[in-house]
């Protein structure tokens, strides 16, 4: 008898596009494999020691706003396992009624994540840094990521967004 069929459970919220707004991120290895470096340092000097799987996460992070115009990059933190992050998403512009939107395919939207939303930022993101560091380890294939991500719609009121701040920038203190 074989193993059960895997299940994974979509944490996103129904009917959100998630195109705009801030949002934290956790994005984790698999199988929370220490791989982008060590900390180094204790308390609030503790820091990563980033090594070149690191400089290539940390590379293709800030690239983001290079590929997608509207999204701003808060806080980061990499660690050895994860990353750590706040995204900040504007509206995306509209677009010119010239040209038929090539997605509305007679009302269907084709599957994945809506284009520019955080879902398809992610996807871009995990994809091109596991193709970089699965050719810096000499691999032709191979899993970095965990399947899913954590994500969390920061609120504005409460003082929610520095909290949030404080707890990326904090990490490597309280890392391991």
Same mark, same amino acid.
């Given at each position: 008898?074989?193993n059960?069929?895997?299940?994974?459970?979509?944490?996103?919220?129904?009917?959100?596009?998630?195109?705009?707004?801030?949002?934290?991120?956790?994005?984790?290895?698999?199988?929370?494999?220490?791989?982008?470096?060590?900390?180094?340092?204790?308390?609030?000097?503790?820091?990563?020691?980033?090594?070149?799987?690191?400089r !290539?996460?940390?590379?293709?992070?800030?690239?983001?706003?290079?590929?997608?115009?509207?999204?701003?990059?808060?806080?980061?933190? !990499? !660690?050895?396992?994860?990353?750590?992050?706040?995204l900040?998403?504007?509206?995306?512009?509209?677009?010119t009624?010239?040209?038929?939107?090539?997605?509305a395919?007679?009302?269907?939207r084709?599957?994945?994540?809506?284009?520019?939303?955080?879902?398809?930022?992610?996807?871009?993101?995990?994809s091109?840094?596991?193709k970089?560091?699965?050719?810096?380890?000499?691999?032709?294939?191979?899993?970095?990521w965990q399947?899913?991500?954590?994500?969390r719609?920061?609120?504005?009121?409460?003082?929610?967004?520095?909290? !949030?701040?404080?707890?990326?920038?904090?990490?490597p203190?309280?890392?391991?």
């Amino acid at each position: 008898m074989g193993n059960p069929p895997k299940y994974h459970k979509h944490i996103r919220l129904r009917g959100n596009d998630y195109t705009h707004g801030a949002y934290f991120v956790t994005l984790c290895t698999d199988p929370r494999g220490e791989l982008f470096g060590p900390i180094v340092g204790d308390g609030v000097a503790a820091r990563i020691d980033l090594n070149d799987l690191g400089r !290539i996460v940390d590379e293709c992070w800030r690239a983001i706003p290079d590929h997608f115009p509207h999204v701003r990059l808060d806080q980061t933190q !990499i !660690i050895p396992d994860h990353l750590h992050a706040i995204l900040v998403l504007t509206p995306p512009a509209p677009s010119t009624r010239w040209v038929d939107p090539t997605s509305a395919m007679d009302g269907v939207r084709a599957n994945g994540p809506r284009r520019g939303s955080l879902g398809a930022i992610n996807g871009a993101f995990r994809s091109v840094t596991t193709k970089r560091i699965n050719v810096a380890l000499g691999r032709t294939g191979g899993t970095i990521w965990q399947l899913g991500y954590y994500d969390r719609a920061i609120r504005r009121q409460g003082g929610e967004y520095g909290r !949030i701040a404080q707890y990326i920038a904090e990490n490597p203190a309280k890392w391991r």
